[in-house]
């Protein structure tokens, strides 16, 4: 059963654009949302992570946006650069499910000089 | 710091043999879980060790196990390898314990070819 949604598979965008990835979740016990971002032959680097207490966390270019109710959250990649160039996946954990992280299905990002 | 280190990047295998590959942990950190990443896929959470006691199982059969050891490093062993095994292997470290969910930071993997 795939528990964390996400959209879309791919995503071309063009240097300076926005990157939009979103995420949905169906189970109500996750409690930390991270997302990761990973470079062919490495293994996945996190980026940047919320928890269900805010609605939106920014670190440099990267914002999550998070919508409890809805149970949504997304990824906002601002100016994008070639150097985002990569699949990023979101995930989702609870403290109950003994921190196992739930990925979901990856979204390859393409930002064009 | 030294962060996640995986051993061997790279290993080729047959049908019905085993595997074992291996995993530093990041300094400090006293938990480490492992996922099983096919192409074009999501990581898959196979299981997780805390304090050298398995701490969580994913939908994994019984030949994939793992062992935690005193200085928090860790291998993952399947038995009677299948084709479908195929995959890139993650190890990720973590600080658990009283103090809740804590981030995970992933190796590069150990990319597992069965023939």
């Known amino acids: 059963q795939q528990q964390v949604k996400q959209s879309p598979q791919s995503l071309i965008v063009q240097k300076g654009g926005i990157s939009i990835i979103n995420c949905a979740y169906e189970?109500?016990?996750?409690?930390?949302f991270p997302w990761y971002q990973q470079f062919p032959g490495k293994g996945p680097a996190l980026l940047i992570a919320?928890?269900?207490?805010?609605s939106e966390k920014k670190e440099g270019r990267f914002t999550i946006s998070f919508n409890k109710s809805a149970k949504q959250f997304s990824l906002h990649i601002m100016d994008s650069q070639p150097g985002d160039s990569a699949t990023y996946f979101c995930a989702a954990i609870s403290e109950t499910s003994g921190s196992r992280l739930t990925f979901g299905e990856g979204t390859q990002l393409t930002v064009n000089p | 710091e030294t962060g996640v280190t995986q051993s061997p990047t790279h290993l080729i295998k047959t049908r019905g043999q085993q595997v074992t590959l291996r995993c530093s942990s990041q300094?400090?950190?006293?938990?480490v879980s492992w996922y099983q990443q096919a192409l074009g896929q999501g990581p898959q959470f196979i299981f997780q060790?805390?304090?050298?006691?398995?701490?969580g199982r994913g939908n994994f059969p019984p030949r994939f196990s793992g062992l935690q050891f005193p200085n928090y490093s860790s291998e993952l062993n399947v038995n009677a390898l299948e084709l479908d095994d195929s995959a890139l292997y993650l190890c990720?470290?973590?600080?658990?314990?009283?103090?809740?969910?804590?981030?995970?930071?992933f190796g590069d993997g150990t990319r597992l070819s069965i023939l």
């Open positions: 919320i928890r269900p207490d805010v």
């Open positions: 990720a470290s973590s600080l658990g314990g009283a103090e809740g969910n804590q981030p995970q930071h």
């Open positions: 300094s400090g950190h006293n938990t």
């Open positions: 060790y805390y304090r050298e006691e398995e701490n």
């Open positions: 189970n109500t016990a996750f409690d930390y």
